[in-house]
């Protein structure tokens, strides 16, 4: 097993941000929802089992269908918390927009340390304890401040109310709590889900990709500096614009946008919910960096991506939707749907990671030393 396929499959059947059913039992939410049903039948149409992007909700009598995503960012606000702030915005409202939504309003809750109280921001803000030179100390008010000023500029960017939400400071980790809530109204007439449809659906990209949020490569010792995610304002607004445009098509098969493990995850949970495969040609990812690596091109998580799949004799269609929309937006065929139960990742010709839908018991066991 290559050290990216481990890093990636990693991220895929045992980290808890894409294996929540593993701490949280859903059955329990299931039994509570069809309970529910019964006074609202057929409401929810997208719930908390489906491995999806955002849940969606049917309230037809005041207007149709909705969704709603709820994200936390809180560790990446220490190091920066204006860019954590904002990117954490940025990803939910990605999410609404995946499922065939164009995101309404926001709800945030932030929990910080008292607001007179010292706090670190940068790369030794974990350890409470600056040791590189290049942090900077103040006080819990100012990055509170800061966090949302992140957030506010995110909802401007994108057109979206800051409706509410909540405060507090009893919270005396390091870490700060913050979490927002993203609610959109869907222009498709069903929701767009992420689970593959068809065998030879092709997969389009719309946006660049770059060496930033690269956690899951630092961590997997593939980098020696991590650089995380970046907000990325224009850019996002350029993408949810070029996505809308495709929606409208009516052409669009399935849909993800590229949050954690980027282009790596989206494909491969698309085509194992699914049941299907992929082939993937890296080098037709289009990027915003030189020299930057097919590893990093397969898993970084730069903002302001999205994928979507259609079949052979939509493509044009849809690209031109979206040149309409922006001609400035990135976007390309970077590949297609297969029946194989694996995703094959190739750059220049060359295999880069193959990733199974099905590991074995004994794969996932040595993916967890």
Not at 22 to 32: H, S
Not at 161 to 177: K, L, R, W, Y
Not at 252 to 265: E, Q, Y
């Amino acid at each position: 097993m290559k050290k990216i396929e481990k890093a990636l499959m990693h991220g895929l059947f045992v980290h808890l941000h894409h294996n929540i059913d593993k701490a949280i039992d859903f059955g329990k939410f299931k039994t509570l929802n069809d309970k529910v049903n019964e006074n609202w039948p057929n409401a929810l149409v997208v719930g908390p089992d489906a491995d999806d992007d955002a849940a969606v909700v049917d309230v037809s009598e005041k207007g149709g269908l909705i969704a709603a995503k709820m994200e936390s960012h809180c560790s990446p606000c220490v190091p920066r918390p204006y860019d954590g702030s904002a990117t954490g915005a940025g990803g939910a409202m990605r999410d609404v927009v995946a499922m065939g939504a164009r995101p309404l309003f926001l709800l945030d809750f932030i929990g910080t340390r008292p607001l007179e109280d010292e706090v670190i921001i940068g790369p030794c803000g974990f350890q409470g304890k600056c040791t590189c030179g290049n942090c900077k100390v103040t006080t819990s008010q100012e990055r509170l401040d800061i966090m949302l000023q992140g957030i506010r500029d995110m909802c401007d960017n994108m057109d979206v109310f800051v409706a509410g939400g909540g405060f507090s400071t009893s919270f005396s980790d390091i870490v700060p709590a913050v979490v927002v809530s993203v609610i959109g109204k869907l222009v498709t007439e069903k929701p767009l889900t992420k689970p593959a449809k068809s065998t030879g659906d092709k997969l389009i990209i719309i946006g660049k990709t770059g060496n930033d949020g690269n956690d899951t490569l630092y961590r997997a010792g593939l980098v020696e500096e991590m650089l995380p995610a970046q907000a990325l304002f224009e850019e996002e607004r350029e993408t949810m614009e070029a996505s809308l445009a495709a929606f409208k098509t009516g052409k669009i098969n399935a849909c993800s946008d590229l949050g954690a493990a980027g282009v790596g995850a989206a494909v491969c949970e698309s085509a194992r919910f699914g049941g299907l495969g992929a082939k993937v040609d890296l080098t037709k990812v289009p990027v915003k960096v030189d020299n930057i690596s097919p590893e990093e091109v397969l898993i970084c998580e730069t903002q302001a991506r999205m994928l979507v799949q259609v079949s052979p004799n939509d493509v044009d269609e849809v690209l031109e939707a979206i040149k309409s929309q922006d001609s400035n937006v990135a976007t390309a065929v970077i590949g297609e749907m297969t029946d194989d139960e694996k995703v094959v990742f190739e750059y220049n010709g060359e295999e880069v990671a193959t990733i199974p839908n099905n590991p074995s018991e004994e794969t996932i066991e040595k993916l967890k030393e």
